[in-house]
């Protein structure tokens, strides 16, 4: 156990630093072309890439899910013939998703925004979704194999990373969101093709298809209830978007897309986690070891919310003087931050439950869980976004998150006997205590920039302080230094080669 546990810690270590580069790039984007385009333009912007990134959910159908379950397990050529299943799935799927929203582009213009300049901007968004779709599912063959380094390097660093250039040069020079759109396909395309080249020479998986007739069926029994249960839980936690821009118009989405961004950041503890923990419980399900599975799951759990918390607070206290950075304008997002928040804590505070569903073969209950919310919330969000406004829609999907991560907590217990909680975990939520307390009294000291930065810096200190006060379990210390000793010596390393050369 104790070597899964530091798998996923260091896989989690390398996602979580390559997930705060990412959303720093997300946000400069967000700064920059706000900036330079105006929240108009800008608003139609976020409106198309949101509505490419619900499609892409469907971009490899499954294929990246049935992977994690099913590579670790396999022998090479099966390996081969799963890859060559999953690229052609990737392949057809992710080209008519791309060609329905390029013909569709007038249609969703006329019943969304209602801009001349949106269709031609969502056509330049659907030739980006087969090279997104073709990376994601190279991430899902890395994590598969539990290689966090290289899919965090691919994922986390340089599609940002290029992708900012390519955004912030092409609005520099052409002042035109068309063309920042059309530049990032490039780049991203660029990217998808050199990590799919580089997991072949990495592992020799080659994928074919000769002979994938006998693992069809296998695979797209797990495929098929994914890609199904994504339009599920897409409609659960971004059918808000497509509402916002319907009802509320672009500016709206300006304000809503900020405060999604920002909120992003209190989820990466969680999909740090995420990323190798999925393909650890595959295999100790696979091999009945459901107590080894359970204290996987409680560990990481635990560490989770330690993270979590102090990335929270200082958003969810200090949400009007962080949105203020962005605009006066943006500020009316205040209330939709603070629900986001909310409702994000509870889903990291459940841990891995969604995975751990599917990775135990209760792929299916996951499909009904999604369509289920994604029904309550469709209603709630369109009800209230009608009624209330921006705050409306928050409050659904941050509702409907929620409430489902709890339902699904409550399946594990019943199915699996998998219970994340113990004692142990009232050490954070202490800490948490005392780190609110802080917060709030800086806030009366201090405002606008000072307090972001001045009260962020007291509240960290206050919480690592309570934190050890309050007792960090003896394996997390030991866990904490067998990886600062692992980085110590890959950074002496590294520093050694430099000199050599």
């Known amino acids: 156990m104790t070597e899964d546990v530091e798998s996923a810690a260091h896989g ?47 971009g490899t159908f499954g294929s990246g899910n049935a992977l994690v379950r099913y590579l670790p397990s396999s022998d090479q050529e099966r390996r081969r013939r799963l890859l060559g299943l999953a690229t052609a799935t990737t392949a057809v799927a992710s080209v008519a998703i791309g060609a329905a929203l390029f013909v569709g582009a007038d249609l969703l213009n006329r019943h969304t925004v209602q801009h001349p300049q949106f269709p031609a901007l969502l056509r330049a968004f659907a030739l980006l979704l087969p090279a997104r779709s073709v990376l ?30 390519a955004f912030a040069g092409a609005v520099w020079l052409w002042h035109d969101p068309l063309a920042v759109v059309l530049a990032g396909a490039v780049a991203t395309a660029a990217v998808a093709l050199g990590g799919a080249g580089l997991f072949v020479r990495r592992t020799a998986i080659a994928p074919t298809l000769a002979g994938a007739g006998v693992d069809a069926r296998a695979f797209l029994a797990h495929a098929v209830p994914e890609a199904l249960s994504r339009v599920g839980h897409l409609f659960q936690s971004r059918i808000d978007v ?37 393909a650890i419980a595959a295999r100790h399900h696979a091999d009945g070891a459901t107590d080894r599975l359970n204290a996987v799951y409680r560990r990481c759990t635990r560490l989770t919310l330690t993270l979590t918390i102090p990335l929270a607070l200082p958003m969810a206290l200090y949400r009007t003087e962080l949105l203020a950075l962005f605009g006066p304008e943006f500020t009316r997002g205040s209330t939709v931050l603070l629900a986001f928040v909310c409702g994000r804590l509870v889903g990291n505070a459940v841990g891995a439950t969604g995975w751990l569903l599917s990775m135990t073969d209760h792929q299916y209950l996951q499909l ?83 307090l972001l930065v001045g009260g962020t810096t007291l509240g960290l200190l206050v919480y690592a302080r309570s934190l050890s006060l309050a007792g960090v379990p003896r394996q997390d210390r030991r866990l904490a230094r067998r990886l600062a000793g692992r980085y110590r010596t890959r950074v002496a390393a590294i520093l050694a080669r430099a000199r050599r050369s």
């Open 136 to 165: 994601a599912l190279v991430a899902g063959a890395f994590r598969a194999l539990e290689d966090a380094g290289t899919q965090a390097l691919l994922t986390r660093v340089v599609r940002p990373a290029v992708e900012l250039l």
């Open 12 to 58: 989690a270590v390398l996602t979580f630093c390559g997930m705060l580069f990412a959303q720093g790039c997300a946000a400069l984007v967000a700064y920059v072309l706000a900036d330079e385009l105006g929240v108009v333009l800008y608003g139609l912007f976020e409106f198309g890439r949101r509505l490419v990134g619900m499609a892409l959910a469907f």
């Open 242 to 278: 497509v509402l916002v821009g319907l009802v509320l118009g672009s500016t709206a989405v300006s304000a809503y897309s900020v405060a999604l961004t920002l909120v992003f950041v209190v989820g990466i503890p969680l999909f740090a986690f995420n990323q190798l923990l999925p």
């Open 368 to 450: 009904a869980n999604d369509w289920a919310v994604a029904v309550v919330n469709l209603v709630g969000s369109y009800l209230l976004v009608t009624h209330v406004g921006l705050v409306g829609a928050a409050l659904a999907t941050a509702g409907s998150v929620a409430v489902s991560n709890l339902v699904r907590l409550a399946q594990l217990y019943w199915l699996e006997d998998v219970w994340p909680y113990d004692r142990t975990f009232t050490a954070p939520l202490l800490a948490g205590t005392a780190m609110a307390l802080a917060l709030l009294g800086t806030s009366r000291l201090l405002s606008g920039t000072a």
